[in-house]
């Protein structure tokens, strides 16, 4: 059961510790606070864990601060939708709106290798008229022997060459609970130029304890892949573990599954599933067609198999798009053969803006086919 | 090695004859003759199997009546794409132009049941501006005790109908070599009043003989759909079964993969492949949403997921829709919970057409890009 | 729900014929007759589909000639066991026992290539103290321009050599209707010298008009292999498939499951869905241990992967055994790297033999085990 | 490339110091030093990485206190087998010999619940002759709001228990850096009483920063699980891992894969890849036969599907079996259908033994076929 305070309560107030006091006594039941940081003010939710079935929805309502009450099912309590649940499918970090209702593109290096790329792609990506990147420095690599990412030692330059170019969120993988200090102290060193979005990768996403680490934290938003060998439904209450540990600023990212059915890419792309994140959760849905397709490949109408693969993320309403460039592929340490040179930036922005007017009419379409309907 | 004869060449003169005859005395080489029609013109070409490694491609250009010669990779050998080779990737059937650079939507029942039912979805479809459908009259199910489709006793029905609404081209499932002459015979008593699509579903894509069987003739054209258990290429190496045999009017059907990752759709949905049949073959791809999804489910902008994933694959350059509509889906006898209400087909096509659009604007993009490119 | 007839019933009896007749006149409900042929009788059952839930049992039984009455669950009528079931778990054919608790090895080529290498081998498999075979006539290739067995024009040297050796069943693979045909009428021309066993392959599990024309005689036996994309389930079902139309000698064959899980084998190898399909079904279990694993790779201890398969096939209760063995594998015309060398025959079968007794005692010790804890 | 240097070679002699100031001076080749204890002697090797190509290996082999060269392939460096490599499949712990040749079963509670489960279940596991065991105290869950296991508060009881019955090993799964320091504190404050084996799982198996943690301890050895969605050799880069860091004390455990062709099991048995990993490293292999099956069900000879499948894991040659008991299944917190009741434990370990001497009896007869083969 939630509690959703009425906006901008005072957690000072004599109002809401009697609110608290009252359910502290509640047997067997359990209160977390959760605060939401949205567009214009802050929401205040209550989530009430254990026996809730013995509460009457009448006798919470009336409870001090307490504006409606919404009744869970036993899925995704935090980030899922509930009946008559009109909670916020939205959050903001650094200035940046994220919804499911927008889009932005994070274009950026997979593995951060020398600064002179890093400002390179900043630079490219800033004049594409960006404002978000992806930059890698913690790489988890299958083989024990590869390149593992440059790790801390290369924050300070990344963080620096983003101010410069006025980067205001960059997705960041972290795999260790370390990591999340080495980054909030190399912003802090760096005087905050820029914000960055945790990314918890594919292998991570049952990782439970680094969950609740990130979790338990809520200066960074965090960007959550899907697992590639479990049911949508394991890896969507692996973003509810970041959810109930306090964090509900969480954007569920769509990778591609692995098997051998989707050869010749790399994984099988699954973003068919964005409507169904949609209506199952609140979280705003991320694609990342880079690693999903995997090569350069194109089809005879010369237009890249990962550019046709973002093209149906979007035209279904994908909110988030990841995107690897590179200055120099045949350089890259990681992942070089599937990034996009950064000459074909525009290329890839400008197929992206008609794939989404094509969803933008489709949505209000389907408004106005239901809205005659109904009328019917 | 295919050899690519002149346009409209006679196969009674005695050019093409001697050219056979040559042939005929290649050690360790077979030919076999495949005639092609066009939009405007009857193509023929002649694939030489075997020890062709020994040919030499002047000698063979050289033969009367051959206009060109490719030499061909080992896969796919007739539907394939190959190095040079710019033959066709389209074909005529009774009016219909099918090729990898058009659209066609084929809407009608998934199962027949009754001649009301039937009349009423041709009407339909006829009324949205459509001039094909499709009828399941052979039924294969999982379970022996299920209905199986009532066979060949409603093609009458289905084939008067069809006539009366002005429906040129039916997608009918085959599931034995005996269906081909019941529906021959079917549309010879109707006195053809419209044409039929030979449908293989995918638990027959490597059921060898039935290929073979319907690979032999070439009055109806094929729509293979691709197996739900095996990878790409072994669906594609069945397609090269029909073609092999004589019959090289194929389309390719993604109709979704069968795996737990792809919950809670009844299928993986696997249209992101369609850019890489293309570039593969020269076959024409189509897709079937309503298998593929198997629920009329929708996400919070009110579009069904059935529709986000049409979309999905029309911009990204699908040729043709299968889609399941029934006038009373409640009363379906074979998967109406994932029909589309005859009054809801109109949305469909508008949504498509959307989708359409945003498609020819991207392929337009990348010629412009990709010249621009070029120049430099 | 099943009518199982007294032992021996005449089938021309007046008391048969009343049973009929009064069968006849239940509404809604259809009756098809189904002789099973044991080892000592032949035991008649009725099974009645469609409206059953309105008859009672009690009825039922008071009808002449029924000695007992099963009511079956939804799933696998005929083939399946149901409560209070103890219908046969065997039959016999051509002097040959097939049951859920013995075991049989079919030794033999997968490809038939000359005359010389079957006599070799049927020499070497009737020398091991084998009475069956298999020998592959029709072979199903995923290339179409892929050797595809010498088919009918084999059959009569395989006939005559089994004849020769004492060979009393041939397993042997069938992909068409005409397949039947073409060998009943190979046996007679030879004179019955041996008994042919229909394999149904992987790829035509749910090729299910196959199934219906191999379930529509009884002349032979039939090896229905598990479709290597679908579940269990889906391939038992299809096993009900030829049971429905009056073939219950049905032998439900394990060959693995294609997945990149599986890797390096062929397949995913299965065996442990043995006590699964005895639990579930009266079908004794065949494993193809060649096909599954694929290769002849040896663990340090000096075994081939193939060879410990089997034993865990063996261990859990296997009833049956296809290996692929070879006079010369490298020159074999199809799957020749896994198959075992003739000389190998003897060590592979002293090997299988330490693996069923060790299955023997752990039976035994399960009924000590159970029948002292029923005591108690 | 591996050095392996003289039995019980001192490290603190100036022979030893004198190689390894060689070796730092070798350009791009950096030297790790592993110590492997053995039965009786402790062997020390260094393992060479880096531009190893260019080095002799006759150079190296004049190295003081080096007495043997290997070099390795790309795989699986430290654990897998090489070329002409005849290094230890085998390490002690605790007074436990773990091999490739032998067998221990590890029976326990899949999750701690009460002191008095976990007494009871030692006692039984005590009497029944075993020196092993199972406990999880730290369990991750795919739902947040879970049981997530007692945690370091149970860590007294367990090792008392232990300690009381003489247990000497036991498996306990991690899943964050800090739970080893909270096992070796708990041991040391209750006097070092028995001994744990460390458990990954596998949802941790490519949480590489987990990996490099329990790879820099050598206190414990490591039982790394098999990725469910993930290829065996995937996996085996993971125990790699482990061993790059300097703990090679590890097993591999086989506990079924993740797919839906598995069913109704609950993952998909992939014992028949005890062989492989046999063949491809060093380690010995276990095998989770309570989690691959994940149900009691029993075929119709009374031997649940379970007991099936660990004996075709022990006929195979598996060297370690985890299963899960519960004194009380039916209040168990975690998997208690899974689970065996005490009193079964004996039948299982008889059953066991049946299977492990029809592997010995198999491995002995393969030896004497191929000695025979060699002679001849």
């Keep these: 059961m939630i509690l959703i305070l009425a906006p ?35 929401l205040t939710e209550v989530y009430l864990l254990g026996n809730t079935a013995a509460l009457e929805e009448s006798e919470m309502a009336a409870l001090p601060c307490v504006e409606r009450v919404v009744r869970v099912s036993a899925d995704y309590r935090i980030l899922g939708r509930h009946k008559d649940d009109d909670r916020a499918a939205h959050f903001a970090y650094n200035g940046v709106d994220f919804s499911q209702d927008n889009l932005h593109v994070f274009a950026g290096l ?11 792609t900043m630079r490219a990506v800033a004049e594409a008229g960006l404002s978000c990147t992806r930059m890698g420095a913690y790489k988890p ?9 440059h790790g801390k030692r290369c924050l300070p330059w990344v963080f620096e060459s983003a101010g ?70 394991e890896s969507l209450n692996a973003a509810e573990y970041l959810a109930s540990e ?24 699954d973003f068919t599933h964005i409507p169904v994140v949609k209506r199952l959760t609140r979280m705003p849905v991320c694609i990342d067609p880079s690693h999903s397709v995997g ?36 350089k890259a340490l990681v992942d070089g053969p599937q990034a996009l040179r950064l000459e074909e930036l525009p290329w890839f922005l400008e197929d992206v803006r008609l794939a989404r007017e094509a969803y933008e009419r489709r949505r209000d379409l389907a408004q106005r086919f239901l809205a005659e309907q109904n009328r019917q």
């Design 164 to 233: 410069r170019h006025g980067i205001k969120v960059i997705a960041m993988e972290v795999t260790h609970d370390g990591h999340l200090e080495e980054i909030h102290d190399a912003l802090e060193a760096a005087g905050r130029p820029t914000g960055v979005m945790l990314q918890i990768g594919t292998r991570n996403t049952q990782n439970f304890e680094l969950l609740k680490h990130v979790g338990r934290q809520t200066d960074f938003p965090v960007l959550l892949k899907r697992g590639f060998g479990i049911t949508l439904e």
């Design 295 to 330: 090569s350069r490949a194109a089809s005879p109408d010369g237009i890249m198999d990962m550019m046709h693969a973002t093209a149906q993320g979007v035209v279904a309403g994908a909110n988030m798009i990841l995107l690897d460039v590179h200055p120099a592929p045949q």
């Design 246 to 269: 306090g964090n509900s600023r969480v954007i569920f990212c769509l990778r591609g599954m692995k098997t051998h059915l989707g050869d010749p890419h790399r994984n099988f792309v």
């Design 110 to 120: 997979c593995a951060v290798d020398t600064p002179e790329h890093v400002d390179q």
């Design 141 to 149: 690599r299958t083989n024990p022997y590869a390149f593992q990412g």
């Design 8 to 42: 901008d309560t005072d957690r000072e107030s004599p109002q809401y510790h009697e609110m608290l006091d009252h359910l502290s006594r509640l047997p067997g039941v359990t209160a977390r606070v959760h605060q939401v940081q949205g567009r214009e003010q802050t």
